[in-house]
């Protein structure tokens, strides 16, 4: 279990690590992005789902890791029931506020969903390898991603996409610094 317990907590780390900045470049290229996967007809709603949606990946990769570690110390059982809670508010999120606020509620719900499951799967993975440093794992990477999400949103009506390469090396630098 303490060998499970370090690599558990890589791996979050190493999500995260890279979840992060994709989010933050993803945020700021969706248009473009939008515009050359799907076209202009696509846009502006494209672009705004796709900054919204793009912040649920860092916790749903965290989300898949920990599944597979719960199933790894035999917690599948407990799995379902967390997933029938994160379905139902997903479902009752979107019924609700769907009709009034669009697609945008239902990007907003998923990332939401992501968190409901997070809680309690975070609690089994406590219970089943002690406490985990939560913060620990987290805060690194995002000190980093916020100096880069403000790098780029003031270089970006400038340079435009050039800024992700700076906000991404603003990201390495301030990332290393701190570690």
Partial sequence: RAA??????????????????????????????????????????GAIALQLMIWSIPIGWINSLTQYALIAVDLQRRITGVFAVAVTFNIVSNLLLIPQYSYQAAAITTIFSEMVLLVPFAMLMQSALGKLDW?????????????MFAACGVLWPGISVLSIFVGGGVYVVVLLALS
């Fill in 135 to 147: 913060a620990g794992m987290i805060w690194k990477p995002a000190a980093s991603a916020a100096l």
């Fill in 4 to 45: 499970l317990k370090r690599t558990y907590t890589l791996g979050v780390k190493l999500l995260v690590v890279i979840a992060l900045p994709l989010a933050v470049a993803f945020t700021f290229m969706a248009e473009t992005l939008t515009l050359i996967l799907g076209g202009e007809e696509y846009l502006p709603v």
